[in-house]
């Protein structure tokens, strides 16, 4: 016979079923997304993340929750007590029914945002009780709420509200649940998961229970001093998104790209990827984001290429396949992270494309520069080339090597029939090649 912690879990799964009804978690998600635009907009806070995590109580953390938090003797319950009876406790008492998370990058900013939402809740309560018949949707914020700002074991608080939202169901009567909202930084959202599996929620006993905590207490130390650093990094120099969001693609992806490349250092490979691939950086963010929040969608994308085209065929057979062969086939590892169907056989090509549309695109911008003008700049800085050594501006190519080699590609592209290649192309291409030489080059012009 089911007992009462049986009974509430059948009441969870009922409730659950009529919020994803009546679209609850998707409502109120666009509501906290806005806010976040809003904060972005007016508090200056840039760097959180315009996507929630979101969820709603599943019934096996609320069955562990039953017993810990002693819901059967708080909520008056026994096993008399209906279905109805059970729903209605739930959806008035469950104070984290719905869970979403304001993900941000620093732990600094946590008080600031939470103190925003807290702002904005307070508004819409007040107008409330001064307008108890105002329509749907709108929110409660409960008496207790100042106390939901809990103190972790690591001394730091944890940001989080409580709050009861009333919204109109798709049966056209009013209902309520309450919802909880979190703001985490990204260490405390990774430390958390952690802490909350091994020592929170910990199973049974485990004997090395006091070894763990020490060792989570010097990871989250560890963690802190990481965002301390990437803060500073961020308020004492310009530190574009971009920047930090290819460097958590580095982190997310290097295991992988590493094992793919047979142990090989994959560095180098990431600072060619960022650059030749730059047009592409929303994919980068994306994918990151993904990692971030589960509950955000990436998809790899697929690529449409003219291998008819003479710029890219040129670049593709004379340059690519003739003065680098093979050379770019271990950036087949990264690019297989954001692309479907990249191989050996056709990396060249989907670099060709990226370096074309962000030449063509660039020319768009910029009044482009006659590539003789270039060559005439580049002879007179001969002078300086001393400067940088010409065995250590690439560990793949010598300074001094490039320097020749795009020489005599630019050459050998001048030297092309002009019913092969217009001028114009032969302009976009010889702007290919410097901008190729450059990126390898380790952003030292060959």
């Not at 807290?118 to 001064?130: A, H, M, V």
């Amino acid at each position: 016979m089911p007992d009462l912690s049986d009974n509430l879990c059948t009441a969870l799964n009922t409730v659950r079923s009529e919020l994803e009804r009546d679209c609850v978690l998707d409502h109120l998600k666009k509501i906290i997304e806005r806010q976040i635009q809003e904060i972005k907009h007016t508090k200056k806070i840039e760097l959180i993340l315009d996507e929630t995590s979101s969820r709603i109580k599943s019934t096996t953390s609320f069955k562990e929750k039953i017993a810990r938090k002693n819901y059967l003797k708080d909520w008056g319950l026994n096993e008399e007590s209906s279905l109805e009876l059970c729903k209605e406790v739930i959806r008035k008492k469950l104070s984290d029914l719905i869970g979403i998370r304001v993900n941000c990058f620093f732990k600094d900013e946590e008080e600031l945002i939470y103190k925003y939402f807290i702002e904005e809740l307070e508004t819409f309560s007040r107008d409330f009780q001064n307008n108890p018949e105002v329509e749907t949707p709108h929110f409660i914020l409960p008496v207790s709420y100042k106390d939901d700002v809990t103190e972790l074991k690591t001394k730091d608080k944890l940001y989080k509200v409580s709050c009861e939202y009333k919204y109109e169901n798709s049966l056209g009567t009013t209902q309520s649940c309450f919802f909880e909202l979190q703001i985490k930084c990204m260490v405390h959202n990774l430390w958390g998961e952690v802490e909350h599996e091994v020592s929170y929620k910990a199973p049974q006993y485990d004997y090395a229970f006091q070894s763990k905590n020490k060792q989570l207490r010097d990871i989250y130390s560890s963690l802190k001093s990481s965002d301390s650093q990437l803060k500073t990094l961020y308020t004492s120099q310009t530190y574009e998104e971009q920047d930090l969001m290819n460097s958590l693609f580095f982190l997310y992806t290097q295991s992988d790209v590493k094992h793919d490349l047979n142990e090989k250092n994959p560095s180098q490979l990431y600072t060619w990827f960022f650059q030749l691939f730059i047009e592409d950086s929303s994919l980068v963010i994306d994918y990151v984001k993904n990692h971030l929040v589960p509950s955000y969608t990436f998809s790899r994308t697929t690529f449409e290429i003219d291998r008819n085209e003479n710029i890219s065929r040129y670049f593709v057979n004379e340059v690519l396949q003739t003065k680098f062969v093979g050379k770019f086939n271990d950036l087949t590892a990264i690019a297989k992270r954001l692309y479907e169907d990249v191989n050996e056989e056709n990396i060249c090509w989907l670099i060709t494309s990226k370096i074309i549309r962000h030449i063509k695109k660039e020319n768009e911008t910029e009044t482009a520069v006659d590539p003789n003008v270039l060559r005439e700049i580049a002879a007179q800085d001969e002078d300086d080339d001393d400067l940088f050594s010409s065995e250590t501006s690439s560990p793949y190519f010598p300074k001094i090597y490039l320097k020749n080699l795009q020489q005599e590609i630019d050459d050998k592209i001048e030297q092309q029939s002009n019913s092969f290649l217009s001028r114009e192309e032969k302009n976009v291409l010889i702007q290919c090649v410097e901008f190729l030489c450059f990126v390898i080059s380790g952003g030292i012009a060959a």
